[in-house]
């Protein structure tokens, strides 16, 4: 296993500036919540990391990437590694707290389809909680330019355990102010996109409970962080606290308790240019 160490500064290895683009929802949205998102997000299993730490040989002399680093909830963990660490982000509210968090990393602005980097100048890719925001063979190609032969892809999400009856509620909250067509890793749209695209290995997988204790005005603003939710007017985010509110109150296991555990699962997906 890669030995997990102290972070290391990086030097840039960059191109010329890009244009960014990214989606609206998220660009909006994490833009005006981004002190929230950092508040209000789980961190990530220790054994994710030693996973990946070994899967992609993530150690000193080798440059992996954080690709949608948002505020740094998977880039800090990267770091232990003593790999040089990257971390590419479009919104500038989240760069500015990954920056303040992590000033031994370097932080650029970027996209998965325009990164920035250079040709073959990366061993490892990682994109915690973001790869389902990306234009999927835009990104694949970008990829494949900038990692180096034999490198790796890690795609991670924190995703809520959906059998337990006041999580679905909860969900429904979110799901019934989406907007057509918002992006969601579950719908397996990405995994058909790699999987059909050659050159990768075949994709691998590892799921970790990832319990999350909060206080209840965290889970209420863990919903206020969401993309779509986070973009809306005052008066709509507040519609939107009292739903939460309900379902909280609604619900045996969250009724009357300043307490409360979002039960997650940490799901990773790994793979190897071949």
């Given at each position: 296993?890669?030995?997990?160490?102290?972070?290391?500064?990086?030097?840039?290895?960059?191109?010329?500036?890009?244009?960014?683009?990214?989606?609206?929802?998220?660009?909006?949205?994490?833009?005006?919540?981004?002190?929230?998102?950092?508040?209000?997000?789980?961190?990530?299993?220790?054994?994710?990391?030693?996973?990946?730490?070994?899967?992609?040989?993530?150690?000193?002399?080798?440059t992996v990437v954080d690709l949608g680093a948002g505020t740094g909830k998977f880039t800090r963990l990267l770091a232990l590694t003593g790999a040089r660490v990257i971390a590419v982000e479009p919104v500038a509210a989240m760069r500015r707290q990954l920056t303040?968090?992590?000033?031994?990393?370097?932080?650029?602005?970027?996209?998965?389809?325009?990164?920035?980097l250079e040709t073959g100048s990366v061993d490892a890719v990682v994109a915690a909680q973001a790869w389902h925001w990306f234009r999927q063979d835009e990104a694949l190609t970008e990829l494949e330019r900038i990692l180096r032969p034999g490198g790796g892809l890690a795609l991670v999400w924190n995703t809520y355990d959906e059998t337990v009856p006041w999580i679905r509620d909860y969900?429904?909250?979110?799901?019934?102010?989406?907007?057509?067509?918002l992006p969601r890793h579950q719908d397996g749209a990405w995994r058909k996109a790699l999987e059909a695209r050659d050159g990768w290995s075949a994709v691998r997988e590892l799921h970790v409970p990832n319990p999350h204790p909060m206080s209840r005005e965290g889970v209420l603003e863990r919903m206020l962080s969401s993309s779509h939710i986070a973009a809306l007017d005052a008066e709509a985010q507040e519609a939107v606290r009292k739903e939460v509110e309900a379902v909280l109150d609604g619900h045996p296991e969250t009724r009357g308790t300043e307490r409360v555990e979002i039960p997650y699962t940490t799901d990773v997906y790994w793979t190897h240019r071949i």
């Open positions: 296993m890669a030995a997990i160490a102290g972070a290391t500064a990086v030097q840039p290895i960059l191109l010329t500036s890009v244009r960014v683009t990214v989606h609206q929802a998220a660009g909006v949205g994490y833009q005006r919540g981004a002190g929230a998102y950092e508040r209000s997000r789980p961190s990530y299993p220790m054994r994710v990391l030693a996973e990946l730490a070994e899967v992609l040989r993530l150690e000193r002399g080798r303040e968090l992590l000033p031994g990393v370097h932080v650029t602005d970027g996209t998965a389809e325009r990164t920035g969900q429904d909250v979110y799901f019934r102010r989406a907007p057509e067509g």
